[in-house]
Structure formats: C-alpha cells, structure tokens
C-alpha cells in the first residue's frame, strides 16, 4: 500500500485535529487540515496585552496521559513548558464571603470549617454504600449525593463541576462526564476503595490520576502547542477554510469549503471531523437527519471570561493557591476566579497580580443575556469584597472574552449520542468523528482521544490494504 496516496482531511485546527494530523502525518498519509480561523488552537487563544499574558480558553492542562510530553518534545516544545508552582496545589472554596481552603488529607478535612461535623461523619459511611443502576442516566448529584451527601455535593462537587465544565451537577451524566469516578463504584464499590485500588492499576498502564497529575501550560501561554503542532506540520495546515458541506463522492467524500470568499472543494478517502459539534451538524447534513439531531442536541452553554489585573499591594487576601470556585448555594454572579499569576510565572508585571474570572456556563446562561456593563460591575464588586480589595480600587486592566458556545457538556443520556456516533462511523466508513464532543472535554483527554483516533484511522487504512 502506497500511504502518501491515501488522502486524508482533517477538519478543524484545534488540538484534537491537529494532535491526530500531527502524528499521521509521521505515518507517511497525504494529509491536509481545514481551519476556519487565521490561526491554530480553537479554545486554546492566548494573546498578549499591557504586559499581560492571557489565556481566553484554558488556562493549564493537566498531564494525565505520557502522550504530552512525548508530543510536547516530538514539536520542540519542551524548555518551553512549565509546570504550575506548588502553592497552585491549594485551592479555595467561598463559602458565606469567606474563602476556605480544600482539605488535601485526612488532618485538614478533620479540622476544616467548610464541612459540618454531620457532614464529616456522613463521609464514614461511603465504603458501605452499595452500587447504583445505570451511571449514563444518573446526574453527578444524585451519584455525589448518594454516595457522600448532600453537603459535600453543595460545597465540594458543584464547584467543581463549575469549574470544569462551566456545567450544572444536576444536568451532567455521571458516567459520560467523570467515567473514572463511575468506575471507582462499578469496579471497586465505592470511591475510597477504588482511589486505593485504582492507584495500583494506573501505575501499571502509565497513566496518573487527575489528583496527582502535574500542571502544565507554556512560557506563551496554552496556544504554543497548538502553534508548534501547526508549525511542524507548515502548508499542509490552511487557514481561512470553513468547511461547508461534506459529501458522498464514488468511494469517497468530497469537502466544499470556503478560502477567504472563493468557493473551494477536496477530494478525500478519509475524513476526520474535529470541528464543534453544532457546526458539525449543518456540515453532515447531507448524511443523515438522525446524526443532525444527535449533534444539534449537544449543549455548549455560553461563558464569559473576565481577565483582571490589580496592584498586588491592593490585595488584602493572600495570592497562595490556584484560585477559587463558588458553589451555586452562595448565589454570586460568577463561578470562580483563577490566580493566574500565582500559577504560572511571566503572566503579569512584577507589581501587578492576574486574574480570571469565569461568568454563566450552564449554571446561570440566563445571566449573559442581561446588559453587560451592569453585569460587569456586579461581578468586579462581589470579586474585591472576597479578594479583600478596597471597594474604590480599580483594576489596572479589564479584558473580557465571549464564548457563546463554550464547552459541551455530557448531559443524562450522553451515550445516545455516543452510540449513535459509533454506528455513524461504522455505516459510512472513512469518516471519523472527533473533538471534545467526544471522550472528554480536557485538553488532555482531547490528545489521549486523539491518539485513540489516530490508531482507529490506521487500523481503517489497514483493513482497507
Ligand atoms: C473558556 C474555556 C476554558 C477552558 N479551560 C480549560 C482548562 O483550564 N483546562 C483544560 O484542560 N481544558 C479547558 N477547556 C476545554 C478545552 O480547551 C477544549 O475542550 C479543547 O481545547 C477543545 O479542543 P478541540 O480541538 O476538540 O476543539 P476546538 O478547540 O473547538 O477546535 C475546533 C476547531 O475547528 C474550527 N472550526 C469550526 N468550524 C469550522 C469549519 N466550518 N471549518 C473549518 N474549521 C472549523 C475552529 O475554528 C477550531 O479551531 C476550556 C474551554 C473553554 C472554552
């Protein structure tokens, strides 16, 4: 079989299309990336200002999966990586305008004030709590709920989830969403026992856990990987290009797309599509109304990031950890703050402390409606009462970003869209759907995914002979 006469397109220059294009392209495919952007990296923008360092997407990945480094080195990337500073390691939850550190042992959950002792107590009786039904149709918080109660899901849980997917416990799958956790039940019978158990299989497969997992991100912030993926790649990657329609040609797909206002079409035996699932949707449309509707179904609530820049003497609150997390309870406007200059050096000036500030999300989506400047305040009010900053103190810089459609987020019933997608793939074989609609949302699970993608792709071609 001649590879470099296999003709592949990928279809979105985000990490996910360009991890999979990247090592495809090692194997030898004739291979070529659509990009409807001037630039590389999706979610992963990055820009600088006033001598700031701004993430708009992610602000750091977690090193779950060996595959970064090996793809962070494989770009020439690795002396531009940096690890987040130890004091990231503790992270804050408000709880009644007060701002408590997350216990990280044993001693620290016995002594902290962010549970009740009731609380506390109800922790002891999770070994003994039997499995449940079926995790695709049961939401995080009946899951957190029944297995540590309700306390820990208000002030532990629901944060977290914020803080992760911008998502609502209530509406995501348990098992779609945080499957590790799921399976510590299914497999172990409960999360204390698995979180021992657990260990001992991961050390054997390499792979490390998102508690012990080291933060990373790079000197240029979360856009350099994409940049160096995109860079080693050189022409095959084309920018300007929105893919508007795919369809049948002969034995294989022919892509209309858009370059900078002309009209453009390419002729492909393998499409791999890695574009948002709600674009993905007008562009299969020619395909099946089934695939149209199971697409169109994925909901990406809208968010708001508020990047903020202070003096850091106008600070009363230390800047000692990765940030905070509200818990719907406490009924503010936004979900949470990240230390961003705390975490990662080169972020701001010396004398100046960044922050940023995350608003909506499935949570409060209704709050993004309402007239910005108002919304604004609110927030920048409520922000310097927890940060212990002189209400009459202004920021020295102010940045929003708008992601209208910002992560999707695996609600009950996740994996009828995932079937579906399967069977999709196996009815019209030659395309592959990827992206963060699928196997996760993280930066690191879109890589991990992408190399599963990349193996599946391969085996295709092999099949094929
Ligand atoms: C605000 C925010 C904060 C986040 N924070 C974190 C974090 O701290 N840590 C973490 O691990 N993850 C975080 N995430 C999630 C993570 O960044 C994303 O899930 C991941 O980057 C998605 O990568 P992707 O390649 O699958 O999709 P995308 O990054 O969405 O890439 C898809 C690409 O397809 C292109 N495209 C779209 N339509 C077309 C078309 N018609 N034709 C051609 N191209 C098209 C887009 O321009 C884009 O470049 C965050 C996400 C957001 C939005």
């Known amino acids: 079989m001649d ?9 979105g220059a985000g990490i996910s299309g360009l991890s ?6 090692n194997d030898g495919f004739d291979l070529t990336v659509l990009e409807a952007k001037n ?10 200002k006033d001598g700031f360092l701004i993430d708009y997407g992610p ?3 977690l090193e779950t999966t060996p595959l970064i480094g090996q793809i962070v080195e494989e770009v020439g990337l690795k002396n531009e990586m940096i690890y987040a500073s130890e004091t990231a390691n503790k992270r804050y939850i408000l709880k009644n305008n007060r701002l408590y550190a997350l216990p990280t042992g044993p001693a620290a959950f016995l002594k902290t004030g962010l549970f009740s002792t009731k609380a506390k107590l109800r922790l002891l009786a999770e070994p003994f709590i039997g499995k449940s039904e079926d995790g695709y149709y049961q939401s995080i918080s009946e899951f957190v709920k029944r297995r540590l109660g309700q306390e820990f899901l208000d002030y532990a849980i629901n944060p977290f ?30 999360l204390v026992k698995g979180l021992i158990l657990g260990a001992r299989e991961r050390k054997k497969q390499a792979e490390t856990s998102k508690q012990h997992a080291r933060l990373f991100s790079f000197k240029n912030g979360m856009q350099d990987l994409p940049k160096a993926i995109a860079n080693k790649l050189g022409d095959k990657v084309k920018y300007n290009c929105r ?33 948002p699932a709600y674009t993905a949707a007008s562009i299969f449309s020619d395909f099946d109304t089934t695939l149209l509707n199971h697409l169109n179904e994925i909901y990406y609530p809208p968010v708001k990031v508020l990047y903020l820049g202070f003096r850091k003497d106008s600070i009363g609150q230390p800047l000692d950890g990765f ?29 100046l402390a960044a922050f940023t500030l995350f608003i909506g999300g499935a949570r409060s989506p209704e709050l993004l409606e309402k007239e910005n400047e108002r919304l604004v305040n609110r927030v920048l009010l409520e922000f310097k009462e927890i940060m212990k900053i002189d209400v009459k103190e202004d920021p020295t810089f102010i940045e929003e970003r708008m992601w209208p459609k910002g992560i999707p987020q695996y609600t009950l019933g996740y994996i009828e869209h995932e079937r579906y997608f399967e069977k999709f793939e196996l009815d019209n074989s030659g395309i592959f759907l990827g992206g963060n609609y699928r196997g996760g949302i993280s930066v690191g699970d879109c890589i991990k995914n992408s190399e599963i993608t990349h193996q599946r792709i391969k085996a295709f071609i092999n099949k094929k002979g």
């Open 3 to 11: 590879k470099s006469k296999i003709k592949i397109l990928v279809l």
């Open 20 to 25: 999979t294009a990247f090592w495809l392209n």
């Open 39 to 48: 630039e590389p990296g999706g979610s992963m923008e990055t820009r600088r």
């Open 59 to 61: 602000n750091s990945g």
């Open 161 to 190: 989830v914020a803080g992760v997917f911008a998502g609502n416990p209530d509406q995501l799958s348990v098992q779609s969403a945080f499957p590790k956790l799921y399976r510590l039940e299914e497999l172990y019978g409960g």
């Open 243 to 275: 893919v508007e329609k795919i369809m049948k040609f002969k034995d294989k797909f022919k892509v209309l797309y858009n370059q900078g206002g002309s009209p453009e079409e390419n002729i492909a035996d393998i499409v791999l599509s890695t574009i």
């Open 323 to 351: 940030g905070f997390l509200i818990p719907e309870k406490e009924k503010k406007p936004f979900l949470g703050a990240i230390f961003s200059s705390t975490i990662f050096p080169y972020r701001a000036k010396e004398n």
